[in-house]
């Protein structure tokens, strides 16, 4: 048996894709040499494994009883394999860190930088979701540590504040002069477009607070799927854009965006890292609790 293990590979390989051409390309082998091995085991089992059709081969009963306990054989193989690669990575330090995408773009870059070069032994996976959804994977012990902005209630965590920010609507000077003449006295939050991140963002929903406060509705709402895509949008004359002030201070210095004005400040909000209660102590996080030692 032990000189057929390869042909048992090939022949696998060929069941499970229904086509010789295909088996070879996964095998990394010609066309010819895929069936040599399918008739070298044929011949060896002295039986019939596949027959052809128009799409390529089927199995035979005879094949398809093989296939079936190939398949479990090297279903168990995959197993070892992927047993052996996990006991493994556990001798290699892990970080699990969660942020959303506007957050890892203009925050934590400039903190990873450090503690990648001080902790290089370190292995870093980054995921990308909201602030409670970040939060929800750390209470299910998914990820280790959070870049978060500071929602309402945060209870059971450890919250580590970086800097205050405030939202603000931007757009060009051209666009708003655009709105004034097609629109003479309109009032902007009805003729204007106002270009939002999705509902499910804390810059949205605090954005959305304050208007409600102010029993503002805005008439044509713009969802962008991220924070550098409305300010391009913004940068373009797409519209008037919901913002975080602290990440368009260039545009706003160059004057390449204005900020609207609207009569009222937002409040300001906390970004920071956040992690389960006690977990700020742990080697791997302390750095990012404690700046100085990174």
Do not use: W
Request: aromatic share 10%; proline share 4%; glycine share 6%.
């Amino acid at each position: 048996m032990q000189e057929n293990l390869s042909l048992y590979h090939v022949f696998y390989v060929v069941g499970k894709t229904g086509n010789i051409s295909k088996a070879a390309k996964e095998l990394f082998i010609s066309q010819p040499a895929v069936s040599r091995a399918v008739q070298k085991l044929e011949a060896s089992l002295n039986v019939s494994l596949f027959k052809r059709n128009s799409r390529g081969v089927i199995l035979t009963p005879a094949g398809e009883l093989l296939f079936q306990k190939l398949k479990g054989a090297f279903s168990l193989i995959s197993e070892g394999e992927e047993l052996l690669l996990h006991s493994r990575s556990h001798s290699v330090p892990h970080l699990r860190l969660g942020t959303s995408s506007t957050l890892c773009r203009y925050v934590l870059l400039s903190y990873l930088k450090p503690y990648i070069s001080s902790h290089p032994q370190v292995r870093v996976n980054i995921s990308c979701q909201s602030t409670y959804q970040t939060l929800q994977l750390l209470d299910e012990d998914k990820l280790d540590l959070g870049l978060i902005g500071r929602p309402g209630k945060l209870q059971g965590y450890y919250f580590y504040p970086l800097l205050h920010i405030n939202d603000t609507f931007v757009a060009t000077k051209q666009y708003l002069k655009n709105q004034q003449e097609l629109y003479s006295g309109g009032s902007l939050y009805q003729t204007a477009t106002f270009m939002m991140l999705d509902e499910k963002n804390i810059t949205r929903q605090t954005i959305d607070a304050r208007l409600k406060e102010h029993r503002i509705e805005l008439n044509h709402i713009l969802e962008v799927t991220s924070m550098d895509l409305l300010i391009q949008f913004a940068v373009i004359g797409l519209g008037i854009a919901g913002v975080v002030r602290q990440f368009v201070e260039t545009e706003l210095h160059e004057g390449t965006l204005v900020e609207v004005p609207v009569g009222f400040a937002f409040p300001d909000r906390e970004i920071g890292f956040v992690c389960r209660k006690g977990d700020e102590r742990l080697p791997l996080l302390r750095s990012f609790f404690s700046p100085s030692e990174v």
